[in-house]
């Protein structure tokens, strides 16, 4: 009898054993999407890096996605989806751009998913000395900012009011990129950007830094379009950039977490 309970108790424990092991092999096993689809992204400029990245990684952690990008001003991208652009996800660098979408009834739920702050963008080695916002308005400090109705423009007026500081910039750019092209290229001096952008710059320019007193804080919204045709494609999108590994992208590429 002893030896026969022995050997319902071995049996018992590699019973116990074998489901532990599937168990935890379930638990070990990556979360996979089935979401597959076409996804056609409208971005702030300044996520083009970031996203760029994304895209890269989502190819093997959802290769059922097919993601097509299309980079621009916020207040640009607005304006193309108010007119009937086909778009299934826009990202933009404010709220205010995201609420004449929602005002409209153009979008689903906006959700926060980046922050940003400014910084002066110069030429490599800093040749004009420039130290601050201060420094914008020299006679000798050639200055190129970002249109107002773009949230890069209108972040930049705000932190150059702040700072009491009145600027005569020779060109007002579409978007940040254009912006960022005419000092790296040499056309400019200096302009006033995002962190992340100064960033992508790499060694072709050089960021001087706007105390937080004078700085302003860029919040990003995305939201899926009432109009998507796969909701649940441009949702997988939005929950990757959200709470998966877009966070990670965005992070390498300099961008604060969501407030």
């Not at 070990?28 to 760029?52: D, K």
């Amino acid at each position: 009898m002893g030896a026969r309970l022995r050997t319902i108790s071995m049996l018992g424990l590699a019973v116990a054993v074998v489901l532990g092991a599937c168990s935890s092999d379930k638990k070990a096993a990556p979360a996979t999407s089935s979401a597959a689809g076409p996804v056609t992204v409208f971005a702030a400029a300044s996520l083009t890096e970031s996203f760029n990245d994304e895209q890269t990684t989502l190819k093997s952690e959802q290769p059922g996605l097919n993601i097509t990008y299309n980079f621009g001003g916020s207040g640009a991208l607005v304006t193309q989806i108010q007119q009937g652009a086909p778009a299934d996800v826009i990202a933009t660098a404010d709220t205010a751009s995201m609420q004449e979408l929602v005002d409209a009834g153009l979008v689903e739920t906006p959700q926060t998913f980046a922050t940003n702050k400014l910084r002066i963008l110069v030429a490599p080695g800093n040749p004009k000395s420039i130290q601050g916002l201060s420094d914008l308005s020299r006679s000798d400090i050639t200055f190129v900012t970002e249109d107002e109705t773009v949230p890069a423009g209108k972040y930049a007026a705000q932190a150059l009011k702040s700072a009491g500081v009145t600027t005569h910039p020779v060109s007002k750019e579409a978007d940040v990129k254009s912006a960022v092209a005419k000092v790296t290229s040499g056309e400019a001096d200096a302009t006033i950007v995002y962190v992340t952008d100064v960033t992508a710059a790499g060694s072709k320019g050089q960021g001087v830094a706007i105390p937080d007193s004078q700085n302003v804080v860029a919040t990003y919204p995305i939201a899926v379009l009432k109009s998507a045709k796969d909701k649940d494609a441009a949702q997988a999108f939005i929950a990757a950039m959200v709470k998966g590994s877009g966070q990670d992208a965005l992070s390498r590429r300099g961008f604060l977490p969501p407030n």
